[in-house]
């Protein structure tokens, strides 16, 4: 059994999250992996400005993600002894209708009985979504050709800032963190402009992206900045399944040691 891996990545509070819950209710046979999950211990953490960096690829637990992501790859399902933090995280409304949901919900369904999808999703080709700060990054090469299809989400300064700082915070290994004053100005928007500027005109993150990289690494970006949920939603239910008729008639992979 082979699943389909999709990554979703964007800067902090750019929805991604939101959005994997949403494609959950919305494909078949759907779970999802945070990339939060995969944090070292706090007191690992590296320090910048005297803060702890949560930020960054040293924080991360790369190769417990790509053992993670090995055994997705063969057994269509999560690690038996992956404990989830991050699904004790909030996440407010999502600003999407449950109409919106259930219609969307019957067009995939549509979609596949018609033959596009059938061979591509249900029991036997399971989805996976991992959600991340940083998946498609040079400093994370590894972990971005494990995935299948990959979306990117974007957001301006000012939005993801906003966003950021009304959270209450957020569940860790250790208990809860708060971010100290000043945090997204010193740690997350610039760790996010430096691990992302070579996908964008002029390395602006809140530019265009450049065509010519995202094709060749394979990556979907969203159209425009700080779009509204229902539109990411159907930006990317009508990508992943093109993505995925592109693979239809691809043989399973063999399976990989976990």
């Not at 040293?58 to 997705?72: G, Q, S, T, V």
């Amino acid at each position: 059994m082979r699943a389909t891996i999709i990554g979703i990545s964007g800067c902090s509070s750019s929805g991604k999250t939101t959005l994997s819950r949403l494609l959950r209710d919305i494909l078949p046979n759907t779970f999802i992996l945070h990339e939060d999950d995969f944090y070292k211990p706090e007191e690992e953490l590296p320090m910048k400005h005297d803060l702890r960096d949560w930020d960054c690829v040293e924080a991360l637990d790369i190769p417990a993600m790509l053992r993670a992501l090995n055994y997705i790859h063969a057994h269509g399902a999560l690690p038996l002894d992956l404990d989830s933090k991050e699904d004790k995280n909030e996440t407010g409304d999502s600003g999407v209708s449950a109409s919106t949901i259930v219609r969307m919900r019957e067009e995939v369904e549509a979609w596949s009985h018609k033959g596009g999808g059938a061979e591509l999703v249900g029991r036997d080709r399971p989805i996976a979504i991992i959600d991340g700060f940083l998946l498609y990054g040079n400093n994370i090469k590894d972990v971005r050709e494990k995935l299948d299809i990959k979306l990117l989400l974007r957001v301006g300064y000012e939005k993801a800032k906003g966003r950021r700082e009304k959270r209450s915070g957020y569940v860790t290994l250790e208990g809860f963190w708060e971010d100290p004053p000043g945090y997204v100005d010193k740690i997350v928007w610039p760790n996010y402009v430096q691990d992302h500027q070579f996908l964008f005109n002029g390395e602006d993150v809140e530019a265009e992206p450049r065509g010519e990289v995202l094709d060749r690494l394979g990556i979907q970006a969203q159209q425009g900045l700080d779009v509204d949920m229902s539109t990411n939603l159907r930006w990317a239910v009508t990508v992943v399944m093109k993505e995925l008729e592109k693979k239809k008639g691809d043989p399973p992979a063999s399976k990989s040691t976990p």
